[in-house]
């Protein structure tokens, strides 16, 4: 079975710009939960996706949104770049809605954004 | 939840076995702790969850003490291999969503 597939495995965008990172879970996970990773604040969980509806969200910025499509397919958006946006953008999936609670998560690689 | 700590490092030979703590606020007994280990350029991958006394499975066993302060991975005769960053993380239930919460991490470095 093929794992989570970020991409792109890098970006290096400019301040005020957007992004959009893309994440395909494993066949048959339903839920999509994205993080970020940064040297300072460690691991921090942005959102979790289920059934194409958010059903958990941390403690970011109306600027980092994301959607799951039908396919379980996930995106997630960053606008208004920010120096301190630079960071490893993680996705994991699971088989069912993950809470933090009985769900053991898949992760993909990341995606390394840079804002410059 | 406050910030959940780990020890900054750790230190181990090969065949040795190793404890790392994850300390926390007290949580209920149907929250859970779930460990991962990260190697560099890679996700995070799962070892071990639970949300009872002990674990175990063929990798590690996690320990939840009586109080829920805390929590400990142990990873029986590591091997050079083992050599990565161990995160916990905390998911507290809170009446309609949980709060997730990674610990700081963990760098284990093991050497022969």
């Known amino acids: 079975k093929a794992g989570v597939t970020q991409t792109p495995r890098y970006l290096i965008k400019t301040r005020g710009q957007q992004v959009t990172l893309s994440c395909s879970p494993i066949?048959?996970?339903?839920?999509v939960s994205w993080y970020q990773q940064t040297p300072g604040q460690g691991l921090q969980f942005l959102f979790e996706?289920?059934?194409?509806?958010?059903?958990n969200k941390g403690n970011f910025p109306g600027r980092f949104s994301g959607r799951q499509f039908s396919n379980s397919r996930s995106e997630m958006n960053v606008s208004t770049l920010e120096l301190g946006d630079s960071a490893l953008y993680l996705c994991?999936?699971?088989?069912?809605?993950?809470?933090?609670?009985?769900?053991?998560?898949?992760f993909g690689s990341g995606t390394q954004l840079s804002v410059l | 939840l406050a910030k959940t700590t780990q020890p900054i490092s750790m230190d181990s030979y090969e065949g040795q076995e190793v404890n790392i703590t994850c300390s926390h606020n007290?949580?209920?007994?149907?929250?859970?702790i779930t460990w991962y280990q990260q190697f560099p350029s890679q996700g995070p991958r799962f070892i071990i969850q639970?949300?009872?006394t002990k674990v175990t499975n063929e990798v590690a066993s996690l320990f939840i003490p009586a109080d829920r302060k805390s929590s400990t991975l142990s990873l029986p005769r590591v091997s050079l291999s083992d050599t990565a960053v161990y995160y916990c993380?905390?998911?507290?239930?809170?009446?309609?969503?949980?709060?997730?919460?990674f610990g700081t991490g963990t760098r284990l470095q093991v050497t022969l």
């Open positions: 993380l905390v998911g507290v239930w809170g009446g309609t969503a949980s709060k997730l919460t």
């Open positions: 639970g949300y009872k």
């Open positions: 994991a999936s699971s088989l069912g809605t993950f809470s933090g609670l009985g769900e053991k998560l898949f």
């Open positions: 066949s048959g996970h339903r839920s």
């Open positions: 996706y289920f059934s194409e509806t958010q059903r």
């Open positions: 007290n949580i209920a007994t149907n929250d859970y």
